[in-house]
């Protein structure tokens, strides 16, 4: 007889009871059913060496004891079995036949009830078996210290605190659950949460890449998905380097790359983001390396930025050996910012060499999204990106929808006043679509 795939078989056997769907206020109680598992009656001395010898045989399901006592007889245990394997006597493969028959164990097999409660169920198979049958079922969600972040869609609202409840009951250290009520506010990037089981405190703190980082989820923005991209960009980053942090957040770029010894100007408009900013600075001992700023990014890159590149692009920038980045990490409206860099400097250009690398974070819905966002950045500069920049794709956000990274050297003739396109002999690097793994 073929075996069944193993999901297959949980579905089945493994599943709550069938009356639990439509059930929206938990009531674990109703979680309770009876199974018949089959079981070998052995020695309870030998039980630690059969059990190495009957890995396929023994049943295979996290939450349930392999070996529980016999009831009727307290010198022996019962080893429970795959009820999808084991059916008779005749179950046994040859090798598992001999070391029984070296033990002196009988082949024969029992019956036993199992009686299975709202422990032993995965969370998933909870929530398949209470929600719409055939509808998608919550099981992911995004960690941010003790607090688990859902976005859940409309036919599993009405279970929404059911759904809670179940999140926070089997994850360990989840003590809070939200669920997002609208899209994140483009001004200060956070978005309505909604508490649905535990604590409402949404004070957290979290590690990522061996930093820490404090602050009020509800008022800021945090998305533990992005720790790849963060690691990506302080990869890209050598000690003494400047970074140019435009909507710095609570500091995930900032204060690796302050760690890494980057001289780092962070910026965030959000005044709840700026003070944690501050904050993860001191936490992390990187506050004497970062200078932190509270402006809109356009008034940022036109006031302190334009002010230090100006320096840093002045007549002794032939003697600079460091590069300069821009990190713009607002992907709903980051290549509109582009335009803040037209006609930022005065003078005369130093080697194009020495221009800042931008490194600009967008959203796109379109079949080509690299294209897209090249053509959109193009766009508000009024050049052509196709030929020297790189885009890195980040992740996918939604169905038809990419999170991506656009990478180039601002040219002179977009940097400088009174500087022309064909005046511009900056070199372009090649493009590079990259596409590396997503970050979930």
């Keep these: 007889m073929p075996e069944i795939e193993t999901n297959q078989r949980d579905s089945e056997l493994f599943s709550p009871p069938s009356d639990v769907r439509g059930m929206t206020e938990l009531d674990r109680t109703a979680f309770k059913k009876t199974i018949t598992i089959p079981v070998l009656k052995v020695r309870k001395e030998i039980v630690n060496?059969?059990?190495r010898s009957l890995k396929r045989a023994a049943l295979q399901r996290p939450g349930i004891k392999r070996v529980i006592e016999d009831p009727e007889d307290e010198e022996s245990r019962l080893i429970m079995l795959d009820p999808y394997k084991m059916f008779t006597d005749d179950s046994f493969e040859k090798g598992e036949l001999s070391i029984l028959k070296q033990l002196n164990v009988s082949p024969q097999i029992s019956k036993h009830n199992l009686e299975l409660t709202y422990e032993n169920f995965k969370s998933e198979e909870i929530l398949k078996a209470v929600l719409p049958e055939g509808q998608d079922v919550t099981s992911g969600f995004s960690r941010v210290g003790h607090i688990a972040h859902l976005n859940l869609r409309d036919h599993q609202l009405p279970y929404k605190h059911l759904i809670g409840q179940v999140m926070i009951d089997k994850n360990p250290g989840i003590t809070s659950v939200v669920n997002k009520i609208n899209n994140i506010d483009n001004t200060y990037r956070n978005f309505q949460m909604e508490v649905l089981s535990g604590e409402e405190n949404m004070m957290t703190k979290v590690r990522e890449n061996n930093y820490t980082y404090e602050f009020d989820f509800s008022k800021v923005y945090w998305n533990p998905r992005l720790s790849t991209e963060h690691s990506r960009i302080t990869e890209l980053l050598k000690p003494g380097d400047v970074l140019f942090d435009v909507f710095a957040g609570v500091g995930p770029f900032a204060i690796p790359a302050a760690k890494k010894n980057c001289t780092v100007f962070a910026n965030d408009l959000n005044p709840e983001s700026h003070k944690w900013l501050l904050h993860n600075c001191k936490l992390n001992k990187v506050d004497q390396k970062v200078k932190v700023f509270n402006l809109d990014g356009k008034d940022f890159l036109q006031g302190p930025v334009r002010e230090e590149l100006m320096q840093q692009l002045g007549p002794l920038s032939k003697e600079r050996k460091h590069s300069v980045h821009i990190v713009m990490n607002l992907p709903a409206k980051a290549i509109e910012f582009?335009?803040?860099?037209k006609s930022l400097l005065d003078g005369q250009p130093c080697g194009s060499e020495l221009f800042p690398i931008v490194h600009c974070y967008s959203f796109s819905k379109d079949a080509n999204p690299a294209k897209?966002?090249?053509?959109?950045?193009?766009?508000?500069?009024?050049?052509?990106?196709?030929?020297?920049?790189?885009?890195?794709?980040?992740?996918?956000v939604a169905p038809n929808k990419?999170?991506?990274?656009?990478?180039?050297r601002i040219?002179?003739?977009?940097?400088?006043?009174?500087?022309?396109?064909?005046g511009d002999n900056?070199?372009?690097?090649?493009?590079?679509?990259?596409?590396?793994?997503?970050?979930?």
């Design 372 to 396: 897209d966002v090249q053509q959109r950045a193009g766009t508000v500069l009024g050049i052509s990106l196709e030929a020297c920049s790189s885009v890195h794709l980040v992740r996918n």
């Design 411 to 422: 040219p002179a003739a977009i940097l400088y006043k009174n500087q022309t396109l064909n």
């Design 426 to 440: 900056h070199e372009d690097p090649p493009i590079k679509r990259q596409r590396t793994d997503k970050d979930f």
């Design 338 to 341: 582009l335009s803040a860099f």
């Design 402 to 408: 990419e999170m991506l990274c656009i990478t180039f």
């Design 49 to 51: 060496k059969l059990m």
